[in-house]
């Protein structure tokens, strides 16, 4: 890398380092890698979000084709990301290479996606309703509908995707494809894979001519604070834990102008395994649900951290199986020295607790991640007890047992909201358990059927939110082509001279996508 | 009115007064009608919370059709209240039976929209991705998606509208269109319309089958606070003054789960009045914005508080003629004493500012409103003042000349979010002032040529919205069909078996909708 790289990126510039120095670590020894980062200052955050905000109204007015063109150039420049990057990303994180490798796919795919979204159209939201002039007791003006970009958005890397929830991650790409210029700030856990990646999304806008300021990065400690309460910020995207999420939304709350915060946060992602189901592939659901708990190390939000069965000589059969599964899992590395330590507190905290049983896992010590299989007293579930509502982020899961259908229900009355639930069942136990999905629908962004909650596939139908506390707003979603909704708002025009009308609204419908009018969709073009 | 209609209504029940008595005030002379009102206890607005949250479930999951069903018979019973109920409402807000009568017809006609929102079912926002069991390096499972409604929301009344932004107004509406389960404070001033639309709801609700708890209503002074703290509200509709609607916020924000406002405060929309349309029509421009800044008593959140224009003779001469036709407006009632009051403020401290002139009207003095318009000077924009900045609820608006396009530009910059602006502008204007529009959409929700603000048509394309202070959140509008949209989370479904998808993700797409099936928009059944 050359040393400019270590700078923050100010409006499509290195802006050169000032203050205090920040050293990337290698994840698995902890000892230094030969890259250094500059601490941004007031002056370089203030110059960032300014920058962001120069850019705003030349990038929301571009054509949705020359954003295309800009998210399809920076998939290019991942994809082109080379051996010797997928090298420095291990490092940073401890991830292997053949994860590192799936996920800059999946970052490239996820801009081609919004890239997709943008020639179809629909995120635009057009709606027409023509004038009628001879309406009695008064006419209808014209009136015109469609969504632009709420403006600069702050974006803050996740510490569990180097990649798809980072610099050119799911937030900056729905930023992006709205319209909406970004200020990223960079995790600490990787700062070296966020600036090789910032170059990459550095070249597609000047490959693409977009305006300098569409996307600007700073590193450093306290600077996300400066960044959340910069005038110029209209939206935030965070994934990260619950506290940090928080902390965030009540800064933007307590701004003289209050902006949404999109924050990922805590989800212990209930799984239930029900009578049937373990009757007929019992042991098959024990070894794919404990490969489901440490994938990754357990560092996904959607790691199943409580499985919830009924009492009976098949839930006791399976308890065993996955006791078993749990304990011959290997250690793992996890993404950093504070991710370890939060793990172990976590563990504490389980062991501690006089309702919680630990079933299966080595005593936690050492470098590396223990996979830890735990048990709770489904009281703590009814009364809400906070040790059992919070995620543990690692390789770990807590078992409930529940004596029966009323039981279970009054359990999962007691959940916060998740980002998802799943049903591991049979034709049978859906059909006894059918109470149980609209409780669910109600806590969760997404119920699963069979399957396991990691993996979360970047498509049009995915909702990566829920409740709070898995995000601050369920009514957005941080993966999936409906993240873009979240950095949009309707803007309406009545009477407005066909010429001046964004091409979305024109009469000849010039885009060509479908359009409510008067009441019905159309792509016809109008008189 | 029978006696128990001054009881506050709890899952479908008149629930006894306990404590203090609300009187019911006669909006002209300020004498007491005969009505009183029970102010909720602590216990009531807790029962009410808990009787929309008892009827969530079950109502959130009605087919669509049958809250239209509900919905279209709240129309009826609102259109079937007499001449008898546009007196009382007259009485206690002394608007003119005439508007009376026409907002009791956008109040229905609102219900009607939502139903006919409904019966499309283009809310549901249904997406389905297909399960692709061959794709490599993994299969992709099967992902739908459609919209739920997030839980029960409260509402505010309004006070400017007793009827259309109230008890049965739109964010009622919306919600119940939204699946979403109503606690409604109602407004004080308007106390008596308050009970007799909520009679008319229970009416429909009764007839139509729905869940007791599917709207409640409480009255009284500080009920609103402990009504948005309930943790069963999941998000709050306002519409009235920035200092109530921000509180409001404020509290939302920082509660243990924060929950959504849409608060609709303050807005002053510009009108821009623009040279080679005053050199045309000066003089009818003149009267018809003096119209529309004293209709209604100028108590509109679309009341046009600022005009600007770039001086020259033109301008002079319009200024001289709005003096002219501002004088000749009479004085008129205000909706209660404290809007006067209110009011009376807001231009005690126009006449105070050193860098405002009083142009027109006559002293503020009586029961009564007097129109008034004044001028400031354009530094006051540039500088951000807050004078300028906040509306003046009332009959009254400011005119500010600027040099020239580069200090109309700069004057705009310094504006806050606004719900509309209007460019008042022949075809020569608009080419001449083209940089002003886009700097305008970014700051407002609707955009007018050639009209005036007041008059917000009901409609797929209104947006009744714009940033921060005009509401709290610019991605949502609180009139139109878009308003649904504010009370509505996605929720995805993987793998699930066909027979417990909701009917709007059903292969055979029973519902007949538009969805988005593999990136495709389609009517079609699966198989």
């Known amino acids: 890398m050359s040393t400019d790289i270590g700078q923050n990126i100010i409006a499509g510039r290195y802006s050169p380092n000032a203050g205090a120095l920040l050293q990337s670590l290698d994840a698995s020894s902890g000892e230094a890698l030969p890259f250094t980062f500059g601490q941004a200052s007031a002056a370089q955050v203030d110059d960032a979000a300014q920058a962001a905000a120069a850019a705003y109204p030349l990038f929301r007015s571009l054509s949705s084709t020359r954003r295309a063109e800009f998210l399809d150039a920076v998939a290019a ?17 401890a991830l292997p290479a053949a994860r590192i490798q799936g996920e800059r796919g999946r970052t490239s795919g996820q801009m081609r996606l919004f890239a997709q979204v943008l020639r179809r159209g629909d995120f635009y939201g057009a709606r027409i309703d023509r004038a009628l002039p001879e309406r009695q007791p008064l006419p209808r003006p014209d009136l015109r509908q469609c969504s632009m970009g709420v403006g ?5 890397g996740a510490s569990n995707f180097p990649l798809a929830f980072s610099t050119a991650g799911g937030d900056t790409a729905a930023a992006f494809a709205a319209g909406c210029p970004v200020v990223f700030k960079a995790h600490s856990g990787h700062m070296a894979t966020a600036a090789l990646v910032a170059a990459a999304i550095l070249r597609a806008a000047e490959q693409t001519g977009m305006p300098a300021g569409v996307f600007n990065m700073i590193y450093g400690a306290g600077v996300g604070e400066a960044l959340v309460k910069h005038p110029a910020i209209q939206a935030v995207g965070f994934t990260g834990s619950l506290k940090g999420g928080r902390a965030l939304c009540d ?34 659901i024990a070894r794919e649900l404990a490969d489901s708990v440490v994938q990754g190390c357990g560092q996904f939000c959607t ?3 409580l499985v919830l069965g009924i009492s009976s000589p098949q839930f006791s059969l399976f308890t065993a199986n996955l006791i078993h599964e749990i304990s011959q899992r290997p250690p793992q590395t996890m993404l950093n020295a504070g991710t370890l330590k939060s793990y172990e507190k976590g563990l504490a905290a389980l062991h501690a607790h006089a309702q919680v049983k630990h079933l299966a896992g080595q005593a936690q010590e050492g470098q590396q991640a223990r996979p830890q299989l735990f048990q709770a007293n489904v009281q703590m579930l009814i009364d809400a007890d906070e040790l059992l509502q919070e995620e543990v982020f690692g390789p770990v899961t807590v078992i409930v047992e529940v004596a029966d259908k009323a039981e279970l229900l009054k359990a999962l009355s007691g959940l916060r909201g998740q980002l998802t639930a799943t049903f591991t069942a049979d034709a ?3 059909s006894e358990f059918a109470e149980v999905l609209p409780l669910l629908e109600q806590k969760v962004g997404r119920v699963l059927f069979n399957g396991y909650p990691t993996g979360v596939e970047v498509c049009d139908a995915m909702v990566h939110g829920g409740p709070y506390p898995a995000t601050s707003d369920a009514r957005g979603t941080s993966v999936g082509s409906l993240a873009i909704a979240r950095f949009l708002r309707p803007v309406c025009y009545q009477n407005c ?21 008067d009441g019905q969709s159309s792509r016809e073009a109008l008189s």
């Open 77 to 93: 420049q991942i994809d082109a990301l080379g051996d010797d990057f997928v090298a420095i990303v291990c490092r940073e994180t």
């Open 152 to 156: 600069p958005v702050a974006v803050f």
């Open 251 to 284: 800064m933007a709350a307590a701004r003289p102008q209050p902006i949404p915060v999109f924050a990922e946060m805590s989800s212990i992602n209930p799984v239930l395994v029900l009578p049937a189901a373990l009757r007929s592939r019992g042991e098959k």
């Open 303 to 305: 790691n199943p951290g």
């Open 428 to 430: 049978e136990d859906l």
């Open 497 to 517: 001279p066909d010429e001046l009308l964004p091409d979305a609204l024109k009469n000849a419908n010039p885009l060509g996508i479908a359009r409510l009018v």
